[in-house]
């Protein structure tokens, strides 16, 4: 059974840093393209960061320069690294896992982040 489970989400102050991980099980993880992916309350679902198989990386213009997104094959593990957190970037972040020839894409159950003082 696929399954994605994230994990390293809670409170952090403005200015801090965090590690997201995302174990995936079920899948053949060294060829799916991942990403991650936040949802803040009453807005839409938006891209964080991407990851593809061959580990070219695509980020959000409000998370450059403040965000890596990294993965570990031997792990089946996927990673984001988010350092100088503000307040917007409180949200429930997804993990993704997709690949072109896969009949559909696969979503954990999310991890919240919360950025307060």
């Known amino acids: 059974q696929e399954q994605l489970v994230e994990s390293g989400g809670g409170l952090v102050q403005p200015g801090g840093s965090l590690r997201l991980s995302c174990v995936a099980s079920g899948i053949i993880f060294s060829i799916a393209n991942m990403g991650w992916y936040r949802q803040a309350p009453g807005k839409q679902r938006e891209l964080v960061a991407t990851i593809t198989s061959r580990g070219s990386t695509n980020y959000a213009d409000s998370v450059k320069g403040r965000a890596i997104i990294s993965r570990d094959n031997a792990k089946n593990t996927v990673y984001l690294q988010m350092t100088s957190l503000k307040p917007e970037d409180t949200a429930v972040y997804y993990c993704?896992?997709?690949?072109?020839?896969?009949?559909?894409?696969?979503w954990g159950q999310g991890t919240q982040v919360t950025v307060s003082s």
């Open positions: 993704h896992a997709a690949r072109p020839t896969w009949a559909k894409g696969y």
